[in-house]
């Protein structure tokens, strides 16, 4: 299957501060990439849709502001965490569909992000 | 009731038996269905799709798709302790650029 890659893969900050993520697709390119969020035990809960180019669509409850998203190319993808607090602890996780126009997305390796 | 419903489980089958993981869904005009696979602390890896009504196997892995029944189903042959892991049930959402609404997904265990 395709290639998605994140960056970094676990990251520790304190309340507060900022923290991007970059989600890389390696050997495809992606008009379209996918943000999740899984908290311990639940399931994949989709934050916002990155689009190359144009902004990002939030789903509903998420603060667009707070989570902010960036496809400035075909192959990069990049979220920030903004003014993160302890409650934003969660692994984050990219995806893509490897054609554009198809419904099969690859996911990145994720992000374990831990707010202290 | 949830547009993508999974048995949370746990399922815990034999070593070497069939594990049937099963998934419903609720928007009828759905086309396209996936099976992904995520180990504990793992982001998920698609293990197949199925677009079309009946059987498509892959290996040990068999999807079935029966749309008059807005059902899908995983079949593992010859159940192996790897295999354990949550399976995630995933459906296309329609006019969405091309989300998928998951399924919480449904933890399986192979007892050696």
């Known amino acids: 299957g395709a290639v998605v890659s994140q960056h970094p893969s676990r990251v520790i900050c304190k309340s507060g501060t900022s923290v991007k993520i970059e989600c890389r697709s390696l050997?495809?390119?992606?008009?379209?990439m996918f943000w999740y969020r899984q908290f311990p035990k639940q399931s994949l809960m989709l934050m916002a849709t990155?689009?190359?180019?144009?902004?990002?669509?939030?789903e509903q409850g998420v603060e667009k502001d707070k989570f902010l998203i960036n496809h400035a190319s075909l192959t990069l993808s990049t979220l920030t965490v903004t003014s993160a607090h302890p409650e934003d602890s969660s692994f984050y996780i990219c995806?893509?569909?490897?054609?554009?126009?198809?419904?099969?997305?690859?996911f990145g390796p994720g992000t374990r992000l831990t707010v202290t | 009731q949830k547009e993508v419903e999974q048995n949370s489980g746990p399922l815990s089958v034999p070593e070497g038996a069939i594990a049937s993981l099963n998934c419903t869904y609720s928007?009828?005009?759905?086309?396209?269905f996936f099976w992904y696979r995520q180990y504990s602390g793992k982001s998920p890896e698609l293990i197949m799709f199925?677009?079309s009504n009946g059987d498509k196997e892959d290996g040990r892995f068999t999807a079935q798709l029966n749309k008059a029944s807005q059902y899908v189903s995983l079949l593992i042959r010859d159940s192996q302790p790897s295999d354990s892991a949550t399976y995630l049930c995933?459906?296309?959402?329609?006019?969405?650029?091309?989300?998928?609404?998951w399924g919480a997904g449904t933890k399986l265990i192979i007892k050696p």
């Open positions: 199925i677009y």
């Open positions: 050997d495809f390119q992606a008009t379209t």
């Open positions: 990155s689009n190359e180019g144009s902004k990002a669509t939030y």
């Open positions: 928007d009828r005009g759905s086309q396209s």
């Open positions: 995933a459906v296309n959402r329609k006019d969405s650029n091309y989300q998928l609404i």
């Open positions: 995806s893509a569909p490897q054609r554009t126009g198809t419904y099969e997305q690859y």
